[in-house]
């Protein structure tokens, strides 16, 4: 298909189907808002299952869900109010906002302009001649600013709470993390999911569900004691990727490099051992649910494109109608969140980590006479004992003097060493408190729904007539079975069919029901919905000797198979769980020729 042509084929589709369409259109719409149909609900809703199964559940994570909004202090040490921003341009002419460094990489060959300046953006802008896409001003010399994409609000009346719809779930988890790490028991690693709503005031939402203002992240923070723990990376070693490594996008002739994950680690193209686990899970986890790992890679920041918290980071990305889009970041935090959080909020953000054996250790220590300061200093006294404290750890030999300077608010104060009884004690210590490191994998699921069906949008030709499906895995699926009486009108097929229909649902199956129309044209209407399988209840299955059969028809394929019904929800389990594929059905049954 040529490009564009895919995205605008899907979005026809998601419309007139009902994955998804721009919400509140009875308003006029609202850009970056969109809701999902009930065909687009119960994909996400399978594809976050599929998601909660894998990094959750198998990972022995725990999982929690915290609120949307959260007070402004909570922003202000996690550095979203002052880093969290995108470049804006607006044409003079029309007034129309524009994100700068998209318009750069849409009109260039600069793949990376998130990483100039405001001033070199503008630099960039007027030195390509850009215009503005909605009415076609020039844009040269407008000047170009940093813009934040929090959205605040108030919390309860009056201004006095400011509140922030969370740009990511993950502050959800660091701020709670001194009550979780108590879940935990205190012991690292542990890792903590959640799945839910972040809102990013986007300057231009575009490409339909790819960037909006409200979406759904699913998230894991890892969180590690970097000296201590390192991943089993025995279960993903032998996982081959393809990496985008950032030193093969910045050369000239540069490359993919297609290895494995014990090979990328080994190697340092991969610095850290956990990123590299969960790239290899990830790379299981995005084939399981249906992406096409031909469009797939993995592609490393470039050093300007780092979030202000992130010391190393890789995206997933999906290619899509000739653009690659970023699907999933698996971000290397350090300490840098809890750290804050730490300094900003009145809890502990570390974990008691034991030694493996005790350790003894000199320590400098003083014991302030406060007989002595109390009168010399009055209020002042408790900050010059503290001062004295800090003074001992930071630089013990300062105390070999006869006297000390302090700086106490500001203010100088000299104060005779005797006074702060110093000594060097030996003292055993079982262990330290640490702040855990963070590993983040980070997984956009509209996006992730997105390359599913734009990855699963197939056409071909059946009995002459064009025809368009969705080739989603049987996993992430909206509808797992389409039941059919082949005709309406015979009592026994409708009541088969019926009971067909319930009993696959009381086994967890999403059915529909269809007895409308020819039988090709029910099968049309599955198909370009995703559903991957469909049974039709015929007469021959019913009078036939012996048991009764009836026939599934598999999507992909239209090849047919007679099952007998009681079967079915066996053959449904496996197939839907992938232990059994429809080859095996056609091996242990009666083949329907076309
Ligand atoms: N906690 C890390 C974090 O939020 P991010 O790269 O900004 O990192 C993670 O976002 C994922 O969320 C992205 O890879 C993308 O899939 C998704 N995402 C981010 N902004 C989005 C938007 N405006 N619309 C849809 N999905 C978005």
């Known amino acids: 298909m040529s490009e564009g042509a895919e995205s605008a084929a899907l979005a026809e589709l998601a419309k007139r189907r009902g994955f998804f369409f721009g919400s509140s259109e009875a308003y006029g719409g609202v850009g970056g808002f969109y809701t999902y149909g009930p065909q687009g609900a119960a994909l996400k809703s399978n594809v976050e299952e599929a998601w909660r199964d894998r990094f959750a559940v198998q990972e022995g994570n725990l999982e929690i869900e915290a609120p949307t909004i959260m007070p402004e202090p909570v922003f202000e040490a996690s550095g979203h109010l002052d880093g969290f921003d995108d470049m804006l341009v607006e044409c003079a002419e029309c007034g129309e906002s524009h994100r700068a460094d998209h318009l750069i990489e849409d009109n260039s060959p600069l793949e990376d302009a998130e990483t100039l300046s405001p001033e070199e953006a503008a630099e960039k802008i007027s030195d390509l001649g850009l215009v503005c896409p909605n009415c076609g001003a020039e844009l040269a010399g407008q000047s170009v600013e940093e813009f934040n994409l929090m959205f605040a609000t108030n919390i309860g009346p009056g201004s006095k709470s400011p509140g922030y719809l969370r740009p990511e779930t993950a502050q959800g988890i660091f701020v709670e993390f001194p009550r979780i790490k108590e879940y935990a028991r205190n012991r690292l690693p542990f890792g903590v999911t959640q799945i839910g709503r972040a809102y990013r005031n986007e300057i231009s939402p575009r490409k339909n569900i790819v960037r909006t203002r409200e979406f759904t992240q699913a998230e894991l923070e890892q969180f590690i004691d970097p000296e201590r723990d390192e991943p089993d990376l025995s279960s993903v070693e032998d996982i081959e990727v393809r990496l985008y490594p950032a030193t093969e996008q910045q050369a000239d002739d540069g490359d993919y490099v297609d290895t494995t994950i014990g090979d990328a680690v080994e190697e340092g193209i991969v610095a850290n051992g956990w990123i590299g686990y969960f790239l290899g899970i990830a790379q299981e986890w995005y084939e399981d649910v249906g992406v096409d790992m031909e469009r797939f890679r993995f592609r490393q920041h ?32 350090g300490d840098y969140d809890l750290s804050k959080h730490a300094e900003h909020a009145d809890d502990d953000f570390t974990v008691f980590q034991q030694y493996d054996e005790p350790k003894t250790v000199e320590r400098a220590v003083v014991d302030p006479d406060m007989a002595t300061l109390g009168p010399e200093f009055g209020a002042q006294a408790g900050d010059v004992a503290d001062a004295l404290e800090t003074l001992a750890q930071r630089d013990p030999d300062a105390f070999d003097a006869d006297e000390v300077t302090l700086d106490i608010d500001g203010e100088e104060v000299t104060v005779d060493t005797d006074v702060a009884n110093f000594a060097v004690e030996t003292q055993t210590e079982a262990g330290e408190h640490i702040t855990p490191h963070v590993v983040e994998p980070s997984f956009g699921v509209d996006r992730t729904v997105y390359t599913l069906l734009a990855h699963a949008y197939e056409r071909d030709e059946v009995d002459g007539e064009d025809r368009t499906f969705l ?114 059905v056609l091996d242990a049954n009666e083949v329907v020729e076309a």
């Open 471 to 584: 080739s989603l895995s049987p996993t992430v699926a909206p509808t797992n079975v389409g039941v059919f009486p082949l005709v309406s009108n015979v009592d026994e097929l409708v009541e088969l069919a019926d009971d067909v229909a319930e009993e696959l649902r009381a086994a967890g199956f999403a059915v529909v029901y269809d007895d409308s129309g020819s039988i090709g044209r029910r099968y049309r209407r599955q198909d370009e919905v995703g559903t991957p399988f469909c049974v039709t209840i015929d007469r021959d299955g019913i009078e036939s000797e012996g048991d009764t059969t009836v026939t599934i028809r598999e999507r992909d394929s239209g090849r047919q198979v007679r099952v007998p019904v009681d079967d079915l929800v066996e053959t449904f389990v496996g197939l839907r769980a992938g232990t059994t594929s429809f080859d095996d």
């Open 302 to 333: 470039l050093p300007g494109e780092l979030a202000h918290y992130a010391a190393d980071c890789w995206d997933a990305e999906s290619e899509v109608d000739g653009d690659w889009i970023e699907i999933a970041g698996f971000a290397y935090r």
